[in-house]
């Protein structure tokens, strides 16, 4: 049940007022957005979440199941030293980023993770298995 799993977000309940700032920050400032793109499949044994983290090192990404709430998160660190040159526009970020998402039913004990070539695939193996 595809219900069961659900990005965290602390929000108030959206209003159309909420709707259309969100919207107009996206849109406009779009370097505002923290978080990263992740697709969720679910499958009749197991869900499996793919996030797009390009330009992330394996070594920088955590993956935590913890409370039915499954959270990837990355953290990409640069240092500036005066060698390197002075940009005129840097849209590459640096800094941390992370997303939750709710998930139940999830087997704990066997979640498993691949990065590969700038997409992490987490699968999380369902308790029981929808019929």
């Given at each position: ?55 992330v090192n394996k070594e920088q990404i955590a993956v935590e199941f913890r409370d039915n709430t499954l959270t990837i998160s990355a953290e990409q660190n640069e240092e500036i030293n005066e060698e390197k040159p002075n940009y005129v526009r840097r849209e590459r ?39």
């Open positions: 049940m595809m219900f069961d799993l659900t990005p965290f977000r602390r929000r108030r309940d959206l209003s159309p007022a909420d709707f259309g700032r969100d919207f107009i920050r996206d849109f406009l400032y779009p370097e505002f957005d923290l978080g990263f793109k992740a697709d969720i499949k679910e499958k009749p044994t197991e869900y499996i979440v793919e996030a797009e983290l390009p330009g970020r640096l800094g941390s980023i992370k997303r939750r998402f709710y998930v139940e039913n999830v087997n704990s004990e066997k979640i498993g993770a691949e990065y590969k070539d700038g997409l992490l695939t987490v699968t999380l193996p369902k308790l029981k298995e929808d019929n």
